[in-house]
């Protein structure tokens, strides 16, 4: 069974940091690229980032490139978003997904003052 786990999710403040991560599970987590995607309260469904098999490549959004990093480690079966001068705007829950189409659970992220 496919299990993706995020955690790491959290209340605060503008400008501030938080690092999530997801525990895959059930499937080869090595062979796959990961993704993070957001949904904002009442909107649709947004790509944060993405990383490859190996960790040495990562695309991002426009809206979070120079803030967010995306990495994995693979003996962990572990990936992570490391998250930096966070905004309101990017207060959503944040889920972990695999290419071939696996979501896991999500983590609120709240960015407020």
């Known amino acids: 069974e496919v299990q993706l786990q995020a955690s790491g999710g959290g209340l605060v403040q503008p400008g501030g940091s938080l690092k999530l991560s997801c525990a895959a599970s059930?499937?080869?987590?090595?062979?796959?690229?990961m993704s993070w995607v957001r949904q904002a309260p009442g909107k649709e469904f947004e790509w944060v980032s993405t990383?490859?098999?190996?960790?040495?490549?990562?695309s991002y959004a426009e809206s979070v490139k120079g803030r967010f990093t995306i990495s994995r480690d693979n003996a962990k079966n572990t990936v992570y978003l490391q998250m930096n001068s966070l905004k309101p705007e990017d207060t959503a829950v944040y889920y972990c997904?695999?290419?071939?189409?696996?979501w896991g659970q999500g983590t609120l992220v709240t960015v407020s003052s």
């Open positions: 990383i490859n098999r190996g960790g040495d490549l990562a």
């Open positions: 997904a695999t290419a071939s189409g696996y």
């Open positions: 059930g499937f080869g987590f090595s062979d796959n690229y």
